[in-house]
């Protein structure tokens, strides 16, 4: 049965200036049979340059016209993501990409065939149809096809290019359900689909195909290893410095501090049972100083634990609920007003790659060797 209700709040009138007040329908959808009209309205809501949050596999996405300048002027509004990062255009079927795209590699056939529909991005040279508001300015555009059937169907009623970040405000961790979207763009946009839960909790693999070899942006789901199965040898991009205003990121996640908690957070690193002393010792001080603070443990570690808000990521080497968990449980310390948060570290290879990549950006690279800390304090 398809719910909905709406959700009202004050908004910015440097935003959206027309208007002091904008409902934000939220509506719950059959994530495998969705509601057809409903996502009728959805897409003409998208055609007419509005914007609708939508679930993917990967995290909900601030869906808008992806060949509309105004509605990609509108998402960056919407989210307070700088204008040089550029969008993803999401399409529902293969034969769409060539209107968008120009100069199309020959490997990039045999990768959409393994990849897609599924969390995995390329980035091509950009047609004349593609507008520089969507791509950051770049004479590239990102596109992926998601595996989501709220999604693909949200796409061809909205006319089949839907460019969509995550729909959450920049810089915050991403949102894997509805309850997420609300809490961040509530009186900011037209519609939130609701489809339950997300079933991978990290954003998609972005490979860049216009580089020779190509070149992992963004690590997700879709490992090295399994698109060199494809078509040999890929290159991993070295992080980008925020700092630097000169350079333009090529995909979203680049360039920018992304996921961030609201409290400070810091990964710990070293041998398990390290990383828990130096974090029982750490979470210690800052409770007697008067401080709240939280922990991201493990299965194998969680009840060593006895003073925090002690939050539980999963087994060390379960990467897939790991990943389901990650925003959520960032989120959560935000509800919860925590000023510190200490992270053990986690496996990096194969898909941890990309969980690590999170947790990274999260804390803004501040990390602590638990070996050296417990050296010089105990």
Known sequence: MTKSIFVSSIFLSTVFPCSKFMKTKLVELDPIKPDSQILKRAGKILKNGGLVAFPTETVYGLGANGLDEEAARKTYLAKGRPSDNPLIIHIAKLEDLSAITKNLPVAAEGLARHFWPGPFTMIFEKSELVPYGTTGGLETVAVRIPENEIARKLILAAGGYVSAPSANISGKPSPTNARHVIEDLAGKIEMVL???????????????????????????????????????????????????????????????????????????????LQEVAAIKYLVHEKIAAGYKVGIIASDETFSFYTEGIIKNLGGRNDEEEIGRNLYRILREFNEEKVAYIYSESFPGQGFGEAIRNRLDKAAGQAYLSAGEFLTDNI
């Open 194 to 272: 609701d489809g339950g839960q997300v079933s991978i909790g990290i954003e998609s693999t972005i490979l860049d195909m216009t580089v020779t070899p190509p070149m992992i942006l963004r690590p997700g789901r879709i490992t090295k290893e399994m698109i060199e199965d494809v078509i040999g040898p890929v290159e991993t991009a070295e992080p980008m410095s925020g700092k630097d205003d000169q350079i333009a990121p090529k995909a979203p996640g680049m360039k920018y501090r992304h996921y961030a908690p609201e409290g400070a957070l810091q990964i710990v690193k070293g041998e398990p």
